[in-house]
Every structure is written in C-alpha cells, then in structure tokens.
C-alpha cells in the first residue's frame, strides 16, 4: 500500500501536470473576485474556517451533499484551514467524528494581502466545490484519489478578507483537503493557515 510519502510524490507529479492542462487560454479574462462587503472585524475573526458536518450512509457526488444541507448538518470544531494532507485508511477526515461516508460544508474568510493575479489549486479526496469573493474557483466532483485539476488565474482586485464557502465529501478509504496559491509574481506554494478566519 503506497504510505504518505509516495502519495505526497503523486500529488506533486499531478500538480506539475494540472499546471499545464489548467493554464489559461491566450486572450481569457481571468475571474474577478470580489472582497467581503462590509469587511470583518479582525478583532472580531477566529482562526481557521466554520465547518459543520454530515454523515449520511452513502455519498457519491456533490449533488448528494444538497440533500442533507439543511436538514442534518451539526456543527464541528473548526478547520485550520484547507491543510488536510491525505489520511490513512481509519483516520477521522478533516475535524469529524468518522473516517468515511462524511459532508463537509465550509464558510469563512482567506486574506488576499496584495492586489494582482492570484494562481489557486486544490488537491481533494473525494469531491469538492469551492467559492472565494463570490466566484466558483474549483469544482472536482465524485470519488477519486487525492489530486488536483491544476490551477486557475483569478484577478484580486484589493487585499483584504474575501469570504469562502465549500462543500467536501469524503467515501471511502483516505481523505485530503489542501489549498496552493502563487501571489502576483511568486511561486507556487502551500497556502499558510494564518490567511484563513471566520467569524463565530
């Protein structure tokens, strides 16, 4: 069984990958984001991102997720942010009680400290939808293993606190949630958790 070195290897292979399947195409505006209006209070912001969970018996596909929103959700201890490295087989997915068959629906904040173009990519195991500034930056529906689609150019217009919603669901097996960006200029690299807030 491949241990977590040798998949940290896969996600870095198919992230170099995604970068060049991801890449815009010449002439295509990239998405504007739109910061959070009114901005939060900073004094006000706990660290990390709100989370509350399902867990229904089955769950295959984001469009499951819509089915137990409203209805079966309780609130979970908070997210440091999207810095799940992929599990082993029995470990609780991301701050839930179980290891499979888990919906995790995520609100909150993730500071931008600089106006540009932004790069943003996500690694999920398994589904996973995220909105920032109002945009759908990333969607990656049904069971697969922990990996990216690559990148995407988005435009920031200010810095400031954008406001963050995901849908996450974990089946079977391991489970990852992890979030790189490159500011404007800059490399690629893991998103650091002191950029993500929300307001309890």
């Not at 997210?79 to 609780?92: C, E, I, K, S």
Request: proline letters at 9%; glycine letters at 10%; aromatic letters at 12%.
């Amino acid at each position: 069984m491949m241990g977590k070195r040798g998949r940290f290897l896969v996600w870095i292979a198919l992230l170099l990958l995604g970068v060049t399947l991801a890449a815009p195409q010449a002439g295509a505006e990239p998405l504007r984001l739109s910061p959070a209006q009114p901005q939060p209070d900073e004094a006000a912001l706990r660290s990390g991102l709100r989370v509350a969970y399902a867990y229904p018996p089955d769950v295959k596909q984001l469009a499951d997720a819509e089915t137990w929103n409203h209805h079966y959700r309780k609130p979970g201890p908070p997210l440091v942010g999207f810095d799940y490295p992929d599990t082993d087989p029995g470990d609780r997915t991301l701050t839930s009680n179980v290891a499979t068959h888990v919906i995790a629906y995520i609100d909150g904040f993730v500071r931008f400290d600089r106006a540009g173009l932004w790069r943003i990519a996500f690694f999920s195991n398994d589904g996973l939808a995220v909105s920032i500034g109002g945009v759908l930056v990333y969607e990656h529906d049904g069971r697969h293993a922990c990996q990216t689609l690559g990148w995407q150019e988005f435009a920031v217009p200010e810095p400031g606190w954008y406001a963050v919603e995901a849908t996450f669901f974990q089946r079977l097996n391991t489970a990852c949630l992890m979030m790189r960006w490159a500011p404007p200029g800059d490399k690629m690299g893991w998103t650091p958790v002191d950029v993500y807030g929300f307001l309890p």
